[in-house]
């Protein structure tokens, strides 16, 4: 299966003191169960794409931290990162991708992806995310 999923506080976190944005980015943690999830996804076979709506700067950041954090091509080749300027075109580029599956945290972009996505996820925590997961096919792990 194809699976889409966002960057910001779905992989980087987002909650508490968010440091993203700030010159100590790199000290942003992952979401808790990111990797450990996402790099299960590959070995089953399926096809990750990451979409994230940013600006430039945040795209820049985005891709160091996932470079440093070893995400980058462990888990996602660089020409399956995708970004947009525009909240709403995600919704074009999941359906450009022909993806299957979208995990983000926004339950508008959730809304949006229903007409072109069999599966939207609203992202809460990977621990949920996962159980959804496994519904859809039999091969996340548990946590």
């Given at each position: 299966?194809?699976?889409?999923i966002d960057?910001?506080?779905?992989?980087?976190?987002?909650?508490?003191?968010?440091?993203?944005?700030?010159?100590?980015?790199?000290?942003t943690?992952?979401?808790?169960?990111?990797?450990?999830?996402?790099?299960?996804?590959?070995?089953?076979?399926?096809?990750?794409?990451?979409?994230?709506k940013?600006?430039?700067?945040?795209e820049?950041?985005?891709?160091?931290?996932?470079?440093?954090?070893?995400?980058?091509?462990?888990?996602?080749?660089?020409?399956?990162?995708?970004?947009?300027?525009?909240?709403?075109?995600?919704?074009?580029?999941?359906?450009?991708?022909?993806?299957?599956?979208?995990?983000?945290?926004?339950?508008d972009?959730?809304?949006?992806?229903?007409k072109?996505?069999?599966?939207?996820?609203?992202f809460?925590?990977?621990e949920?995310?996962?159980a959804?997961?496994?519904?859809?096919?039999?091969?996340?792990?548990?946590?």
């Open positions: 299966m194809k699976i889409g960057i910001g506080r779905v992989i980087i976190g987002g909650n508490g003191e968010d440091t993203f944005f700030t010159e100590d980015f790199l000290e943690p992952e979401v808790p169960g990111a990797f450990e999830a996402i790099f299960e996804l590959p070995k089953a076979g399926h096809e990750i794409h990451l979409i994230s940013c600006g430039e700067a945040v820049n950041k985005s891709l160091i931290w996932l470079n440093y954090y070893g995400f980058l091509y462990a888990a996602v080749p660089r020409h399956r990162v995708h970004f947009v300027r525009k909240r709403h075109l995600k919704v074009f580029m999941a359906q450009a991708l022909e993806l299957d599956i979208f995990i983000d945290d926004r339950q972009i959730i809304e949006s992806m229903q072109v996505i069999t599966h939207p996820i609203l809460t925590s990977w949920q995310t996962n959804e997961l496994r519904e859809i096919f039999d091969i996340v792990p548990e946590g």
